[in-house]
């Protein structure tokens, strides 16, 4: 083998030479050029050879044996016939790996691509978050972290932060609830994976409203749950009397005040039969309150969680619509008997940390930055909730009407009937630079009839530009009905 053709042919000849030699060599034995048996030289022929120092060969030489690709034999320094055993069944067998069969059965319900932009939901404006502040905060925060602190944190999170969230929750939701109830997740897909894991046991039933939010069946079916849609009405969702016998639930999955997709507001009525049913069957709710914060339209309506005292509910927000979603923080709030076991069961689970975030965020909301904060964006998301409504009204009179506006960052707007299918209308749309959600895609099992048309995300988008934007909406829609009605074309 020519050793110095070898190193001059090696691809990166940067950092140090015994490293060069090193990664050199061992290619060499991976690829079977130096095959398992063969003899290297010996150190000082082989520095005089490459005109290196005697040290670095022997670095290199030192580092192939540590990792058993060489031994020393009775004839100096030998391929160890491991090593080349080893490389050539690797090269033999293609890898037999892939997604559990669990994991590939998580059909993507409502998994459209991640897209930002108008008018995609959920995402709210973040050109307007006070990141200066944020900053000032993270910044003081990660000064005052102690080297302890720098330890796994309690399992449920940094105490300041659950006591801030708590007394956040008890004024303006109307929760009933103390800091040892609530436990810090990293977001509301983080909760929903922990309820699942935490409350329910693989083929147990969970409900979900239909239409409803594709993240949480992602979660329910991942933990082997047996998800049944419960249909959604005007009042939200609406099961039957007998929906409790037949498919009693372990765990129901609602968004009562804002419904996801629809927009729809639960009924009180609802709420106390739902919390009265659940509790007779044993079962648990799970209220996911993920945009409640910006209500528009009359008094804000309480959370679930505190309309009955120690109520069946596991109570889910996240910070991800009222700070940015990248910041991965939320939390679940659950009944005073369960405290102890999810603590004792996180205590041997949870990753523990981010300790600098809790302490900022903590101080966020005790500072009044964060009531501050949503104020403005419930003014600002009005104002473009209005200006959407108008350019809606206007583009398309007599086809649509719009829905679930009250709250929120997103809108509804249903297509009446004969004007059109939502996938098409989405598709032509994005084309045109425009994301739209199709309602019909959030439907669990059988397509729900009558829910045709668009969850619209409007939080990150300016007023002005509303009208230009709907009005591109429209010319798509009538242009896929144009090419539906006559398919020919002419
Ligand atoms: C119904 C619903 N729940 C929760 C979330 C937020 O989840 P996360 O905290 O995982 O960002 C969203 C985001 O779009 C949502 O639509």
Redesign the pocket.
């Known amino acids: 083998l020519d050793y110095a053709l070898l190193l001059a042919e090696w691809p990166d000849q940067t950092g140090p030479r015994q490293r060069i030699l090193f990664e050199c060599l061992r290619a060499a034995i991976r690829s079977g050029r130096l095959a398992p048996g063969a003899r290297l030289p010996a150190t000082r022929a082989l520095a005089q050879e490459l005109g290196i120092a005697r040290n670095t060969v022997l670095y290199a030489y030192e580092q192939l044996s540590t990792e058993g690709f060489l031994e020393a034999g009775r004839a100096g320094t030998v391929v160890s016939a491991l090593a080349g055993a080893a490389v050539n069944r690797q090269a033999a067998a293609p890898l037999r790996v892939g997604l559990s069969r669990r994991a590939r059965g998580l059909d993507n319900l409502a998994a459209p691509a991640n897209l930002a932009g108008a008018f995609a939901?959920?995402c709210p404006a973040l050109d307007e978050f006070p990141l200066h502040i944020w900053r000032r905060m993270m910044d003081r925060a990660w000064r005052s972290v102690k080297s302890s602190q720098l330890n796994y944190g309690d399992a449920a999170g940094d105490m300041g932060l659950r006591e801030a969230v708590a007394q956040h929750l008890r004024i303006a939701r109307g929760a009933d609830c103390d800091a040892s109830q609530v436990f810090i997740t990293s977001?509301?897909?983080a909760s929903l994976d922990l309820c699942s894991q935490a409350f329910a046991d693989a083929g147990d039933k969970v409900w979900i409203e239909n239409p409803g939010?594709g993240?949480a069946v992602t979660a329910f079916r991942a933990a082997q749950l047996d998800v049944v849609g419960i249909a959604v009405d005007e009042q939200g969702i609406a099961p039957r009397v007998s929906d409790w016998v037949k498919y009693c639930p372990r765990l129901v999955y609602v968004?009562p005040s804002h419904q996801?997709p629809t927009g729809t507001v639960l009924t009180l009525e609802r709420r106390l039969s739902l919390i009265a049913a659940a509790r007779a069957a044993g079962a648990l709710l799970i209220e996911?309150d993920?945009d409640s914060e910006f209500r528009y339209d009359g008094a804000p309506l309480s959370c679930m969680q505190g309309l009955a005292a120690d109520a069946p509910v596991l109570y889910l927000g996240?910070f991800?619509k009222t700070m940015f979603?990248a910041l991965r923080l939320?939390f679940i709030v659950v009944p005073r008997s369960l405290v102890t076991p999810l603590h004792g069961l996180l205590a041997r689970s949870s990753p523990r940390g981010r300790t600098a975030e809790q302490l900022a965020l903590a101080e966020f909301i005790h500072s009044g930055q964060f009531a501050l904060h949503l104020r403005r964006m419930r003014r600002l998301y009005r104002e473009r909730r209005d200006a959407l409504v108008t350019a809606l009204e206007k583009h398309f009179a007599g086809m649509a009407s719009v829905h679930g506006g009250s709250a929120g960052m997103h809108l509804v707007l249903r297509l009446n009937e004969g004007e059109g299918d939502d996938t098409g209308i989405a598709a032509a749309a994005l084309q045109a630079g425009v994301v739209l959600h199709p309602l019909s895609r959030h439907t669990t099992g059988p397509r729900t009839h009558g829910w045709n048309g668009f969850l619209m995300g409007y939080a990150q988008v300016p007023a002005e530009k509303m009208d230009g934007l709907v009005r591109k909406v429209a010319q798509c829609a009538a242009a896929t009905r144009g090419r539906a009605s006559n398919p020919s074309g002419h």
Do not use: E, I, R
């Open positions: 939901p959920g977001g509301t897909q939010y993240g968004t996801y996911d993920y996240t991800s979603p939320g």
